[in-house]
């Protein structure tokens, strides 16, 4: 099955990531088909870049996001669940007001 997952990078201490494709058996910097972006924990706010289309395409494939790549995926308007603005905080306030209403 394959899966996107992150591949660390960078130093100890000031780790970065690679959105890639890989075969779920394969170590965790192991080998891959294809990087599909990266991501900055370190950035404020956290700073993500990623080929959407790529990312739809192994998507419809039958890839596999790990939990940390779909909530990555999810910020950047790929994945289904939460809009990019959702993901910032913006429909929460509104989700409350409903709730208590």
Partial sequence: MLRIRLRR??????????????????????????SLGSYDPH???PLATLDAERARDWLAKGAQPSDAAASILRRAGVLAGASPAAAEGEAAPAAAETAEG
């Fill in 43 to 45: 950035q404020e706010p």
């Fill in 9 to 34: 990078a960078g130093k100890k201490g000031k780790a970065h990531y690679r959105v890639v494709v890989a075969d779920q058996r394969a170590p965790r910097d192991g080998a891959f088909l294809e």
